[in-house]
């Protein structure tokens, strides 16, 4: 069974206190914020999200249990006797609309591996690269050739994004694209599904008022012998974490 080695610090600054988790590849980001919790000591009582590019509040790499978000559970418990023809009638006016128009943007934006050949192209092609470089220059007034170093490196950052942060991206150009949309549920995305690598580092943010950072970096990738009931492993504690402030 493959699994995932994570070192799991708080962040920012201060004392560090770190935990080294292992889980199997074939958990998804709900366990993983499980095991932190547990390994810290938090209360689970809290909103959570996950965003994969290490910056706070990005919508366009966020993963998080979208029932805290929206509260869809307690949105359908509640109105499900009372409003239950209401609720039906509505799902039928106006679902098939939004379904084709989601499928219609969709398919209007490129392939991630499309994505990835043309900054590949840019790399390789420094006299496209320099017309690129220009015209976005001219658009939003910086300088070119920051922006050209920008480009040619991007190819690095491609390589390490999954498909589904490819396509969020891609979407996020889009002026019609709902930005204000999650990119996906801790519940249903995979760890093995995230193309994440040894090396890779991510945001784990617990509880949307005290917000506390903890930097997720992805260890070592590896083969174990273990009953999947052993794990999440606790390989390494150090420290513990102040209490909250009330």
Known sequence: MKTYTFYVNTAPAGDIVSRTLELPAEWTLEDLSDAIQDAFGLDGQADFSFFMSGVP??????????????????LWEDDEIDD??????????????????DEAQLESLPAAQD???LFAQLKADPKLRGELAAQLA????????????????ADS?????ADAEIDKLMAGFDPEADLDEPLGDTREARLADLGLAPGRSFLYLYDFDDERHFEVHLEEVQESDLPEDRFPQVLESVGELPLSEE
């Open 138 to 153: 001219d658009e939003f007034n910086l300088p070119a050739f920051i922006l050209d170093a920008v480009i040619s490196n």
């Open 115 to 117: 994505v990835r050949n």
């Open 157 to 161: 950052l491609m390589g390490q994004l």
């Open 84 to 101: 239950e023809i209401d609720d039906e009638a509505f799902l039928l006016d106006d679902e098939p609309d939004v379904e084709l128009d």
């Open 57 to 74: 509040w990005d919508e366009a790499s966020e993963y998080t249990h979208l029932d805290e978000l929206w509260g869809d559970d307690e």
